[in-house]
């Protein structure tokens, strides 16, 4: 066999862990096994460490570590600052929330859970270009909004949304703001009093810390109610022994992005550009969301007349591991809901792939899925009969 090469280009999926933070956990894996609750050495040990790391995580978004809760993962962050936003308007007597048609499910679901107890939900669109307008949020604003969550960065397609400018709307009107930057902390810059973000979302393992960890930060004044009950950790807000390996592991992997960050997005979309242009030479192609606010590396392309799901199977077969939609839809046959949220039809939106880069990618890597993409795309249109309709006439390309 010629130069097989594995490429591992889904790293909005997950990424791999950095060298930095594996060896900051590794002691705490072994010999270093204090509770952070415990009155002896070792839980005091274990303590400082905990509160070092909260530090940490707290300056790389402009925020104090009071503000920092530990958390599982950014799915827990989005169902506790969702759900508390939402009891606390309740309480109030606000019963409106407004977020937009392309969340990550782990928001979409909390507010269709809110939705089942009477609250009311307004989704923004998110049109052809994948961003929010601001004069749609601010005729969607009530009297009685208590809550909007937009992300920061799209998983699917990269792109970023006005945060800024949504913030201060949010402060001006005295409603509560929560953001999910999981895909944009550690790879753009965040700073939670500059974007006026009241709640936000992170996760370790989106900027090579481990996986099961995450946080989130709740600016001091906003009410927040605890998802697990039963101890005092995390000031009573989230209950259980902390992961200490995991949050030494994810404040060492934040250090690390935050220092790297210009240096990385420079090289990392140096390497997108590069991909995006020999990709879309592909004809009958087209790349998903707004090319000019995006994330550094995140490429999501449709190619007509053909299934993502057999492309990325035939992908993987050259070495290449991407994606055609989001993890968590992969294996369904709806076609990703940030795709049609774009306006694009369910026939395209079924022939997408997703490659996510990152600074762990190297210029030969590029190289092969320059020379791999256009090869599995042919192959598989000679066996569509989509295509074939497509090309003798009987249907219609759209791209
Ligand atoms: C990965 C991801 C999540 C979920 O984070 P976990 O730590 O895997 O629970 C939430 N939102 C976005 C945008 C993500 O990319």
């Known amino acids: 066999m010629i130069d097989f090469m594995r490429v591992y280009a889904d790293n909005a999926a997950t990424t791999p862990i950095s060298r930095a933070a594996l060896e900051a956990m590794l002691p705490w894996l072994s010999e270093k096994c204090g509770n952070p609750s415990s009155l002896h050495g070792f839980g005091q040990e274990a303590a400082r460490e905990l509160s070092a790391s909260r530090g940490t995580v707290a300056e790389a978004i402009g925020a104090r570590p009071q503000e920092i809760y530990f958390t599982s993962g950014g799915s827990e962050a989005d169902n506790q600052a969702i759900l508390s936003a939402a009891h606390a308007g309740a309480r109030g007597g606000k019963k409106h929330i407004i977020s937009s048609a392309f969340e990550h499910h782990a928001v979409l ?41 937009v992300m920061l960065a799209n998983n699917e397609i990269g792109t970023v949304q006005p945060v800024s400018e949504i913030g201060s709307l949010c402060r001006g009107r005295g409603v509560l703001f ?9 790879h753009i810059p965040v700073n939670v009093e500059e974007m006026n973000i009241d709640l936000m979302s992170m996760s370790a ?34 209950a259980g022994t902390e992961n200490v390996a995991g949050i030494i592991g994810m404040a060492a992997a934040l250090r690390e992005a ?58 993987n077969e050259y070495g290449i ?13 709806e076609p990703s809901h940030v795709l049609l949220a774009l306006g694009l039809s369910h026939e395209l939106a079924h022939g997408s792939l997703r490659l ?7 210029p030969e890597e590029i190289d092969h899925i320059i020379s791999c993409v256009p090869k599995a795309v042919s192959r598989l249109r000679d066996m569509s009969p989509v295509w074939e309709e497509l090309e003798n006439g009987k249907r219609k390309h759209c791209v």
């Open 178 to 186: 929560h953001t999910d930057a999981v895909q944009a902390v550690g």
């Open 205 to 238: 393992h989106k900027f090579h810390g481990p996986k099961g960890v995450g946080a989130l930060y709740v600016r001091s004044g906003v009410p927040l109610e605890p998802l697990i009950r039963g101890g005092a950790q995390e000031r009573g807000k989230r």
């Open 321 to 333: 591991a991407s994606s055609s939609g989001s993890a968590c839809t992969s294996g369904s046959l």
């Open 109 to 149: 679901h909390t507010l269709d859970a809110l939705s089942a107890e009477g609250f009311e939900v307004t989704l923004l669109d998110v049109h052809s270009d994948g961003l929010v307008r601001m004069d749609e949020l601010r005729a969607a604003l009530r009297g009685d909004t208590v809550l909007v969550s």
């Open 356 to 362: 996510s880069l990152s600074s762990y990618n190297t």
């Open 258 to 315: 935050a220092s790297d960050m210009g240096k990385n997005a420079v090289y990392v979309s140096a390497l997108r550009g590069r991909l995006a242009g020999a990709l879309s030479k592909i004809p009958h192609s087209k790349i998903n969301g707004s090319q000019s606010r995006c994330l550094p590396g995140t490429l999501n392309m449709c190619f007509e007349g053909i299934e993502g799901e057999s492309l990325l199977l035939l992908l």
